[in-house]
């Protein structure tokens, strides 16, 4: 209809959404990041920790990090998705 009233947006204040994530922060900035890694046939937690961390007595790390899946840190399967914690 051409005599609809147009909206009056003469009283909107520029600023962030509250309900957009904050592209700098919040609890994700805080967040540890974490690799993703598909165990291999012959692996082992400390032959992907030498992988990722230069360090084969780091397997510890990955272990901690993957404690849902990895019962026995000596007992891994190929084809688990283990996170690699920076």
């Not at 959404?17 to 082992?44: E, F, K, L």
Request: hydrophobic share 35%; proline share 10%.
């Amino acid at each position: 209809m051409p005599d609809d009233p147009k909206p009056d947006f003469s009283d909107v204040v520029s600023g962030s959404s509250s309900t957009a994530p904050s592209p700098s922060g919040g609890a994700a900035a805080n967040a540890p990041t974490a690799r993703m890694y598909i165990v291999q046939s012959g692996d082992s937690l400390s032959k992907i920790a030498k992988r990722f961390y230069g360090d084969a007595t780091s397997w510890k790390k990955i272990f901690e990090a993957n404690r849902d899946v990895v019962k026995n840190p000596d007992l891994i399967q190929p084809g688990w998705k283990l996170q690699i914690p920076d």
